[in-house]
């Protein structure tokens, strides 16, 4: 049989409705041409469920479903050979990486066609892969459609699957001999539904290519983010979100050797493939580079046959860990993302050359690199496996960069839960406990310091599988070869969860492997006077919101005591039976906190050893607040939907969503707290919002919210104001002031794409409760402000030494010290809270959630 050319399957196949009588094609099951309309998302899941009952080299996953419902599904394709032995080729993969599965938490289940259910665990455990056969397929998965809004790609995942199991495709069934490819055809269902759900209501009887139509505008909040507005490709280490979550259980069951994130840009862009642009992460090894070229080469070899534009080595870089390219990477894999142009194209839009562009051309694009990937997928098997095997093995006997150990005091159990969660998602191995004293680089004081470890503290060997992605989740400060990066160049876990770390160069392996520990006991106690809690971590911000949705009251002290034989500090929960005097009481509070796994302390009577008694001025009562969050147009959409998401999915407490423009009608008295996220805020409404503050409200203003109060009457928030240099001379210019070729480095002059500061903290203002006297702060700009006057509170202050790690460009490093970050205004009977740098972002600072929990609950009580 005479051998047919990749580019001619790709022109064949995609005129052809169907190349086999038994297996229908995407045409002929949808009944429309695939790029003559946009396909819904259960039809994409309908047929491929169809087809993984029509073909017998296809196994079907339903491996979750989205916050509104929506299936997540997965295909395996493989050989008549290989389809029926996955389970084996998973297994023995893993074993190739040295991994072993324990038995732990089940996070999710399978649902796979023609096979069994099966549980998943969130532990792993170093194997060693002596039994492991390099003479095995090769896995290749392909992730279509992570943001909703660039929807081609998963039209094209119907075309690509219906390619690989058409029986006439002899080319593609000899690639599968060696090769197991999986299709993830959309990761952001909900998002895309927004998207399709838009273009289909405002679309005419043909699609308008004109670039002013309404159909290339898409409304906020666009459907490029999830449910909750976050975007997943950006989510893949932090696992915030419950896509991302049930996805990350399938991935590191299978860790495979290619991964392909499919993308849309702008599109006026040509198509970009890898090589990506620099900076690459230190860790990346040679041969993961090699291959991002050998592939690049080999799509381009198609395109160019085509006469399709590309680009490569620009503007996607591989640093920022989080990534659906990255992360494969850190994880073993040839990671790697292809961006078609085409955000907002819709059916088809003239670009700025005069083209047009249409679905069905972006759908060819991302088919020829889908089909090129698979093809060197098959070519490069053997090579691929070893290379994976050869990471894997690295990791396990010489893991990267300096630090052999990290030890993590235990001193804040609820954090110390929080970050072995993610470890565990992450498949990341640590333990508990040594029998030493270390040397090490402590995180906080940037010193190396002695410490000797307590039975209780965290301690993680970097001689582990996943050793290359600790170290880049964990390193203090990241190496950054090229500034001008993609995204945020600083995350180091330590200082993004709170907890103090050290960095030791030495090997050690932890005395334990988990710790036992009893959960609190607290019985209900008829005789007490009021029971107290602690307030240091968000599980006592779940606990606060669970009482006062129960309608408790609970108070909380301004300052330290001592009752009952321990100390408090300032911000501790009293749950008094003063005012919560009905039946059932004590069995309330005491049940809520067993269902948190939380401690209480009851106490017998209000007289106090130190400090102030509980009926003292200084007990605060906290009243049930009613928050409103402020959404839509101007509002930035994922700063919103962390504010959202943390109150409904992580506190569980009530917030209502207004939009924007619905302010200047809304009532604003019906609410106590107010949220403004980031945004670019038209006409701020600064005198309602003062009125309403004078009131008794209490404003919250984050990141450019912030900005929108600058010289705004009754606030007294001011940008703090450039130095300047008195030497200047004004009138003599020089004779040529920058050079266009210089552009972008003369930018990142002023950049800062993510940076971690170290602000001076005063934890004795609300604002400040349960945190040390340092808060490490994520900074995206160089915003600051002026101090606030005397009758403020400047709460959280940045000096010359507070840059601790990530890229800054050297104007805004000069300019960011000796100024404002956080503050509280008193205004009228209300409150003003500014947070110049997102306390939250992404959701995976966690340290930042008690800073936010601080501002809404305790701040003007």
Known sequence: MLKRSLLSLIFLAFVCTSFSQNIQSPETFLGYKLGSQFTPHYKIVEYFRYIAQASKNVKLVQYGTTNEGRPLIAVFIASDENIGRLEEIRKNNLALAGIEEVAGEEVAGEKVAGGSSSGVTTRTATATPNTATTSAPVICWLSYNVHGNEPASSETAMQVLFELVDASNTQVHAWLKNTVVVIDP?????????????????RGAVPDANPSSREHAEPWPGGRINHYYFDLNRDWAWQTQKETQARMVLFTKWLPQIHVD???????APYYFAPAAEPFHKDITAWQREFQTTIGKNNAKYFDQSGWLYFTKQEFDLLYPSYGDTYPIYSGSIGMTYEQGGISAGLAVVMRTGDTLTLADRIAHHRATSLSTIEMASAYAQKLVDEFKKFYDNSRTNPPGEYKTYIIPNDNSDKMNALTKLLDRNGIEYGFGLKSTVTGYNYITAKTEQYNVAAADMVI???QPKSVLLHVLMEPKTFVADSNTYDITAWSLPYAYGVKAYGVKEQFKPTVPTLNTLNPQVSANPHAYAYVSAWQSVNDVKFLAALLKKGIKVRYSEKPFEAAGKKFSAGSLLITRAGNDFMGFDQEVTQTAASFNHGLTPLNSGFVENGADLGSDIIRYIHQPRVMLVTGDGVSAEAMGEVWHFFEQQINYPITLVRYKDLTRTRLSDFDVAIFPDGNYEDFPSDKLEN???DGGKLIAIEGAVAQLVDKKGFDIKK??????????????????????????DAIRTSVPGAIYKINLDNTHPLGFGLPEYYYSL??????YDYLGDNDWNVGTIKKEGYVSGFVGQKSKEKINDGLLLGVQSMGRGTVVYMVDDPIFRSFWENGKLLLSNAVFMVGE
């Open 692 to 694: 309403w503050v004078h």
């Open 186 to 202: 959309c990761l952001n269902p909900d998002g895309r539904e927004r998207y399709v759900n838009f273009y289909n209501s405002v």
């Open 779 to 784: 900074k995206l700009s160089d915003d600051i």
């Open 461 to 463: 060997s970097a001689y």
């Open 262 to 268: 499919y993308h849309e840009q702008g599109y006026n």
């Open 720 to 745: 703090k104001e450039d130095k300047k240099d008195d030497k200047a001379d004004d009138k003599k210019l020089p004779a040529i002031i920058n050079l266009y070729g210089e552009r972008e480095k």
